[in-house]
T-cell receptor, first 113, second 114 residues
Framework: AQSVAQPEDQVNVAEGNPLTVKCTYS??????LFWYVQYPNRGLQFLLK??????LVKGSYGFEAEFNKSQTSFHLKKPSALVSDSALYFC???????????FGAGTTVTVRA | KAGVTQTPRYLIKTRGQQVTLSCSPI?????VSWYQQTPGQGLQFLFE???????NKGNFPGRFSGRQFSNSRSEMNVSTLELGDSALYLC???FGQGNTYEQYFGPGTRLTVT
């Protein structure tokens, strides 16, 4: 079985400040981890993924995430948030031997000007 | 390249009816997945197809079914609609046979069951 937890329903930051969106996972094998963002009335947009290799993954729009196997975490980060980063963020996990993608509940990010 | 397209974008149906939703993947993508998104349950996996074969299925009743055509286009069908089927249905496509590829999502079909 696999599951993803996003412990914060909402994250509020000021523009220009660092942004962190937390994600922890629980799997019984090797995880493939993904981050997606959803803007109102839109589908999900892919940001980045961890499959193997370097634990620090860089993605679209200045986002990055760090895979931490010992803490089973895959937190999303951005050094300097923009108002346009305000959206709903989803962490997702897939097992290496499966095709099913399991999503967390989502974290709403609000960046204030 | 054009993105994933889903038709129709909005749909209103009556309880007991059936509905068919359509998804056209990105050109060259052969894997198509379907998800249901609701405020209460979040994003839930319905099923995934590759080369017309269903490779995985989520925990949904048999009223939910799907298929994929030889051109990779996919449809999902919900029979005997219930009020709880009201949701945003998202289709996603990815390139290749393996599961390391990221999925690209369409804008979704908003289904309202009255």
């Amino acid at each position: 079985a696999q599951s993803v937890a996003q412990p914060e329903d909402q994250v509020n930051v000021a523009e220009g400040n660092p942004l962190t969106v937390k994600c922890t996972y629980s799997v019984s094998g090797n995880p493939y981890l993904f981050w997606y963002v959803q803007y109102p009335n839109r589908g999900l947009q892919f940001l980045l993924k961890y499959i193997t290799g370097d634990n620090l993954v860089k993605g679209s729009y200045g986002f990055e995430a760090e895979f931490n196997k010992s803490q089973t975490s895959f937190h999303l980060k951005k050094p300097s948030a923009l108002v346009s980063d305000s959206a709903l963020y989803f962490c997702a996990v897939r097992l290496s031997n499966d095709y099913k993608l399991s999503f967390g509940a989502g974290t709403t990010v609000t960046v204030r000007a | 390249k054009a993105g994933v397209t889903q038709t129709p974008r909005y749909l209103i149906k009556t309880r007991g009816q059936q509905v068919t939703l359509s998804c056209s993947p990105i050109s060259g993508h052969r894997s198509v997945s379907w998800y249901q998104q609701t405020p209460g349950q979040g994003l839930q996996f319905l099923f995934e197809y590759f080369s017309e074969t269903q490779r995985n299925k989520g925990n949904f009743p048999g009223r939910f079914s799907g298929r994929q055509f030889s051109n990779s286009r996919s449809e999902m069908n919900v029979s005997t609609l219930e009020l709880g089927d009201s949701a945003l249905y998202l289709c996603a496509s990815s390139f290749g046979q393996g599961n390391t590829y990221e999925q690209y999502f369409g804008p979704g079909t908003r289904l309202t069951v009255t």
